[in-house]
């Protein structure tokens, strides 16, 4: 039984007693600086498995910064002594990444079981300087099994801490338990979104006078969210759980979702997957299966262990799609399954799974798979924090959590789910703002989601003139440049400081985008002949540090309305020049 582990960077231990599995660990070095730790369970017969924790040290040597899906603004270091993080299917992912002012990658480390819970953290050690690494498992209440197998994945590559995390996705993505869901091209177009505009007050003749507007403007979908199923406005959920339309709002949804139809645009509808209303008329079918109920909600969360529940969510997604010919999802909620410490002890018989990551998965995983026969390009939205490459398998669109107004918060939680995501649709919370400010700051809730896929979520209707041709003007640019934005490599600088600087190249076209930083650097020995530099701050004006000399070059700098403000040739030596890009305006550099 080999409870430690040495490779040419670290020593690991597995900590817990083991009776009655047998335990063991054994090492693999992938390439220089890339090593994999596999850990193994085995009994003869099926046990509850013991809490164990995979131990090891990294001296803490020119590292500034950490990184995992969850952080937020907060990129701060934690102690070793402080509460663990925490990730499953549902919440977040299992990837820890350590790395320095520069950038460089020192330490990420990510572990193969992204469905059931795991606890691990790298925090800095006060006595040594180190930073104290784990990765506990079964900490949190677990199935019986015979076997287990599960892989640590470790790597100190001197490479960019996003190439790093970018090999962790990989990684993940080639697991046939993690195969990610095939993303439609519809996933990847602008959006109108209806929760922060109209809320629970949404109505099918004001969503299509809505939607008249934002198909002219290039919006390509409508997702309808919460109220249709309901005439109470108050916020609650004590109306979910038949999911019928309510008829003082929508009187016949097929209608309205063909008139969506034929304005082009797709049609998506809000869910609460989990949820079940103390008023709905299911309530006394499942009222004894429940995980727990909440009293602020006046819902309940259904237990997904009975077969009876998950058949009752998935025909009522199938029934959604033949009667309605909907053209997606947004299924919310998902996280609100996994809380162990209130749970509800099970009294009814008749459950097929005791493990809830397990009962979860096999209720998304036979949701999209009906919901596929029937529509084999529909999109699935899922909400932040259940970004991880579990839910890749069932989800195509994953979207920053809820952050009205928070242009910054929405460019730091897009780029961290971009950072993991792959090729799903990255897609920025509802942007929204306040008709009567400047149009200058109203434009920044685009440039700071430019790297994911927007939504919208302001009364169209009610926007001046200037606004309107603000949102036209820069949701052009984006469908123009998607591919570069979406697909192109990438390279958000400094998460520390909150990303004040991104860039991505594809093919011959460059992007980089100023959120703080004044002083913005085109790299050189690129074969790019286009450069995009968009000035993403309040401030006119940037300086553009080159590298090496450019002998010819046409700039054209636009405001953020996307008028023409100047337009001419110029040389550039090596060194800093200034170009005259207004606030929340752009420049584009066409070089020869």
């Not at 509850?48 to 995979?54: F, H, K």
């Not at 008139?259 to 997957?273: C, E």
């Not at 989800?395 to 242009?407: E, H, I, K, L, T």
């Not at 996307?562 to 420049?587: C, D, M, N, W």
Request: glycine letters at 6%; a negative charge.
């Amino acid at each position: 039984m080999n409870r430690q582990i040495t490779t040419a960077a670290h020593t690991f231990t597995l900590d817990g007693a083991s009776d009655p599995f047998t335990v063991s660990l054994a090492a693999e070095k992938l390439q220089e600086g890339l090593d994999l730790i596999t850990l193994r369970l085995d009994a003869e017969e099926a046990a509850v498995p013991p809490v164990l924790t995979i131990n090891w040290s990294h001296p803490a040597c020119d590292i500034q910064a950490s990184w995992h899906p969850a952080q937020d603004r907060n990129k701060s270091f934690k102690a070793d002594w402080m509460r663990t993080l925490r990730s499953n299917a549902a919440a977040s992912a299992p990837v820890y990444a350590l790395f320095n002012g520069l950038g460089h990658n020192r330490l990420t480390f990510a572990y193969s079981d992204a469905l059931n819970t795991v606890h691990y953290s790298g925090g800095i050690s006060e006595e040594k300087a180190d930073f104290h690494c784990r990765v506990q498992l079964f900490a949190e209440t677990t199935a019986p099994f015979c076997s287990y197998e599960a892989k640590l994945l470790v790597d100190t590559r001197d490479v960019p801490y996003y190439e790093s995390l970018q090999g962790v996705q990989e990684w993940w993505s080639s697991m046939p338990e993690y195969r990610p869901a095939f993303v439609p091209a519809a996933a990847k177009e602008p959006m109108y979104s209806t929760w922060y505009s109209m809320h629970q007050n949404v109505t099918d003749e004001q969503i299509e006078q809505q939607c008249q507007i934002a198909k002219k403007l290039g919006m390509e979908a409508v997702i309808v969210d919460d109220g249709w199923q309901t005439e109470d406005n108050r916020r609650g959920y004590a109306y979910c759980g038949d999911w019928e339309t309510y008829a003082g709002k929508f009187p016949d949804m097929k209608r309205h979702v063909d008139a969506v139809h034929r304005l082009g645009m797709k049609f998506i509808l809000w869910y609460s997957v989990p949820f079940i209303g103390k008023y709905s008329r299911v309530w006394d079918q499942f009222k004894d299966k429940i995980l727990r109920f909440n009293e602020n909600h006046g819902a309940a969360v259904l237990d997904p262990r009975y077969p009876d529940v998950r058949e009752y969510i998935i025909h009522k997604y199938e029934e959604a799609v033949k009667e309605w010919d909907l053209d997606g999802f947004k299924l919310d909620f998902i996280d609100t399954f996994y809380s162990p410490e209130l749970q509800l002890p099970s009294t009814v018989e008749g459950k097929d799974y005791e493990s809830i990551p397990a009962a979860v998965d096999r209720l998304l995983t036979d949701s999209i798979g009906r919901l596929r026969e029937l529509k084999p390009d529909i999109m699935i939205e899922f909400r932040q924090m259940y970004i991880g490459p579990a839910m890749r398998k069932y989800g195509n669109m994953f979207r920053a959590s809820d952050c009205p107004n928070d242009s910054i918060q929405n460019r730091v939680r897009t780029i961290d789910i971009r950072l993991i995501c792959g090729n799903t649709a990255a897609h920025a919370d509802m942007i929204m703002w306040h008709p009567e400010e400047p149009v200058e700051s109203a434009a920044l809730q685009l440039i700071n989601c430019l790297f994911s896929v927007p939504q919208v979520s302001v009364l169209l209707d009610k926007l001046p003139s200037d606004h309107l041709a603000m949102l036209g003007y820069w949701l052009a640019f984006w469908k123009e440049n998607r591919d570069l934005l979406l697909a192109g490599s990438m390279e958000p600088m400094n998460p520390e400081l909150l990303y004040p600087l991104v860039r991505s190249v594809k093919g011959d076209k460059g992007i980089v985008v100023a959120y703080h930083d004044s002083i913005v650097s085109i790299p050189a020995a690129r074969s790019v002949s286009k450069w995009i530099v968009v000035n993403g701050r309040r401030q006119d004006g940037l300086y553009l540090e080159v590298s090496e000399p450019v002998e010819a070059a046409k700039v054209v700098i636009t405001s953020c309305t996307g008028e023409i403000v100047e337009e001419r040739y110029a040389q550039f030596t090596a060194g800093i020049h200034k170009l005259a890009i207004p606030a929340s305006g752009l420049a584009t550099l066409y070089l020869s």
